[in-house]
């Protein structure tokens, strides 16, 4: 049994791109993933359950979705947002439950949170919170836009407040040219001394996921 939570600096960051690339180069050894909770859902092709459904070599059906994505809402809006707009609200101790029972499969089960670090989920609880109670090594996903050195160590800052350490950083290409990936991940070392980093470039191939699943893997071990 091993699972991770993966988190980023914010929305649209690469958490199910990574997530997805991750899953594509563990699935000959057994890795699943869940998106327990979102927003902004369409059942259309490209939502982040069809995606990561397909990475795991499943057919995506409203059923399979609502398998790995029981908490969805369609506003585009935060989680507590999106659910009250459908007369709604998440309860967090089910969506924990749901995470503890995923994350008790024998396979590597990644889970995939919301948004940020700190998302609200309902009128008490945000992100931080889900990560704190499950205790499982935890990704960051991080950009290397201008702007996210700040983002990404004010998130870290919110992680340590709260205990948590992650098992690993990704520094995901974002693509905006402004400032080089390398530099965006040896100055983030700098100022986190100790933790592992990673980069994944932009567009990132299957074989770029090898090394962050392999040392994914060995923390793993580390936090067997
Ligand atoms: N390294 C990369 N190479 C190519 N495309 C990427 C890369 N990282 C992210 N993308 C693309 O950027 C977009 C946003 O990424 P993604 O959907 O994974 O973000 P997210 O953090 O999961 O967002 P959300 O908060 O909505 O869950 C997607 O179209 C994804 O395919
Ligand atoms: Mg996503």
Redesign the pocket.
């Given at each position: 049994m091993s699972a991770f939570f993966i988190t980023?600096t914010?929305?649209?960051?690469?958490?199910?791109?990574?997530?997805?690339?991750l899953l594509r180069v563990l699935r000959p050894q057994g890795a699943s993933a869940i998106?327990p909770v979102?927003s902004?859902y369409d059942s259309a092709p490209g939502s982040?359950p069809a995606?990561l459904l397909e990475a795991m070599g499943h057919a995506v059906s409203e059923k399979a979705v609502a398998a790995i994505a029981p908490f969805r809402f369609a506003a585009p809006l935060s989680p507590d947002m999106a659910a009250s707009r459908e007369g709604r609200a998440i309860d967090f101790a089910a969506a924990l439950s749901f995470c503890r029972q995923a994350a008790a499969r024998p396979e590597t089960v990644l889970i995939?949170?919301?948004?940020?670090v700190m998302v609200p989920l309902d009128d008490r609880h945000t992100t931080l919170d889900l990560m704190a109670a499950l205790n499982l090594p935890v990704l960051l996903?991080a950009g290397s836009y201008l702007g996210s050195i700040s983002h990404s160590l004010t998130a870290m800052a919110a992680l340590a407040q709260a205990g948590i350490t992650p098992a690993l950083v990704i520094v995901?290409?974002?693509?905006t040219g402004e400032v080089p990936l390398a530099e965006t991940a040896e100055t983030l070392g700098r100022f986190l001394p100790g933790q592992a980093i990673a980069t994944?470039?932009?567009?990132?191939q299957e074989t770029?996921f090898v090394p962050v699943a392999g040392l994914l893997l060995g923390k793993r071990e580390t936090a067997a």
């Open positions: 980023g914010g929305t649209g960051i690469g958490k199910t791109f990574v997530t997805a690339g998106k979102l902004g982040d995606l995939e949170g919301v948004g940020g996903v995901n290409d974002s693509g994944l470039p932009r567009p990132a770029d």
